[in-house]
């Protein structure tokens, strides 16, 4: 993390998704941070609808003057595969919803991503993609000259010794579109990736949901109604009391690192299997000489994680 006089640039790609809508509520507040843009991508919900939550969350957190933009509508090369079944019709459910006064912005987001890394410095803005890897692979595939801007890729996807959440390998993000992860994976930036490992250690509980809607403002609330929302299906899933925060370790670490252990490692994406599509081959105790090219995270300080999480969310 830079020092405190410099904020880290980042644009966040997501698809919202109650644990997207936390990771936007924690990057929209923290002084550290200059949001550049939040550019949606079709995922846990379809296009039209991640677009349009990804507005209504930047306005509820205050923040009308960052650009939300749409990006592809589904993957490189699968058809999108969506999960209602757990985030509700509009991804997002949990909340009260409007309809927000933030434009979509007419241009579209990988161009956005594209125009932004070109005119930036080299090693100077960080993604943070919490959705399927599409805009970002896309936007590497057609302007392979942003690579040297990028000073970093955090992204939530993946898993190793957690085993899959949508198959019985593959995580959901990496999932629905497995050839972008691949193209990201292979790009020689910096990433640092969260999976199942590290995110199924953060479950939420009714004391910490309590602990978050007693906080007197509306995105606590919001919050508080989504993690409700969020955790049934979870709960029951995993026979715990909650969900787990997927999204929001990325800008966690961004703005506490030590919250997370992380281990350098060589992560390759299974493309072409029928029966693993979607698996990230994460090679943990390096048994297959390959450089690593990603940070993952395996521990998780999860008091401290929904200690920052309540902290930021009690400064709106």
């Not at 919900?45 to 939550?53: G, K």
């Not at 969506?82 to 912005?105: M, R």
């Not at 899959?164 to 992860?181: K, L, R």
Request: glycine share 8%; charged share 20%; net charge negative.
């Amino acid at each position: 993390m830079s020092n405190s006089t410099h904020r880290l640039s980042v644009i966040i790609d997501c698809d919202p998704g109650q644990d997207d809508a936390l990771m936007l509520f924690l990057a929209l507040n923290a002084p550290e941070l200059d949001v550049l843009g939040v550019v949606a991508c079709g995922g846990n919900v379809p296009l039209a609808r991640t677009e349009l939550n990804c507005r209504i969350l930047v306005e509820m957190a205050g923040r009308t003057d960052v650009p939300v933009y749409a990006g592809c509508v589904g993957p490189m090369v699968e058809q999108l595969f969506t999960a209602e079944y757990l985030h509700g019709e509009t991804g997002i459910d949990g909340i009260d919803f409007f309809e927000p006064s933030i434009p979509k912005q007419d241009m579209h987001g990988v161009d956005f991503i594209i125009e932004t890394l070109r005119k930036a410095e080299d090693d100077e803005i960080t993604l943070v993609p919490t959705g399927p890897l599409t805009n970002i692979a896309m936007a590497l595939r057609k302007a392979p000259d942003i690579l040297p801007k990028i000073k970093q890729i955090v992204l939530m996807g993946g898993a190793s010794f957690e085993a899959g959440n949508v198959t019985p390998s593959a995580e959901f993000n990496i999932y629905v579109d497995p050839h972008a992860a691949d193209i990201v994976m292979r790009c020689g930036r910096p990433i640092v990736m969260f999976g199942l490992d590290v995110t199924h250690q953060l479950m939420t509980n009714p004391c910490i949901v309590e602990n978050i809607s007693v906080l007197d403002n509306k995105v606590a609330h919001a919050s508080a109604g989504m993690l409700d929302f969020f955790g049934q299906y979870d709960a029951a899933k995993y026979s715990a009391e909650g969900g787990p925060l997927h999204d929001p370790c990325t800008i966690a670490w961004l703005l506490e690192p030590e919250i997370f252990e992380l281990k350098p490692c060589h992560v390759a994406i299974e493309t072409t299997s029928e029966l693993t599509r979607g698996h990230t081959a994460v090679d943990f105790w390096g048994v297959t000489g390959n450089e690593p090219n990603a940070l993952w995270a395996h521990e998780a300080n999860r008091d401290r994680f929904f200690g920052l999480l309540t902290e930021r969310l009690a400064l709106y």
